[in-house]
């Protein structure tokens, strides 16, 4: 995944349709994603629970590479 679309993408496959747009403003594409925090997922405006969520999903990334 690489494009601010792709990330897109897989949010709404990984059930964070609702980031999207937040996401897509803000020019997250792969790289970026991939550098994401806790504190800059709350600097986004990510409640906890999903900011939990989502590192997971963001951490489970590293180990593949066809997302």
């Known amino acids: 995944m690489k494009t ?3 990330v ?15 996401f897509t403003d803000n020019e997250i594409d792969g790289d970026a994603l991939r550098q994401l925090s ?7 405006g990510v409640p ?3 900011r939990v969520k989502l590192l997971r999903a963001i951490e489970a990334l590293a180990g593949d590479h066809d997302e």
């Open 48 to 50: 906890l629970g999903p």
């Open 4 to 6: 601010v679309a792709e």
């Open 38 to 44: 806790e504190a800059l997922l709350k600097e986004l």
């Open 8 to 22: 897109g993408d897989w949010l709404a496959r990984h059930g964070f349709e609702r980031w999207v747009q937040v």
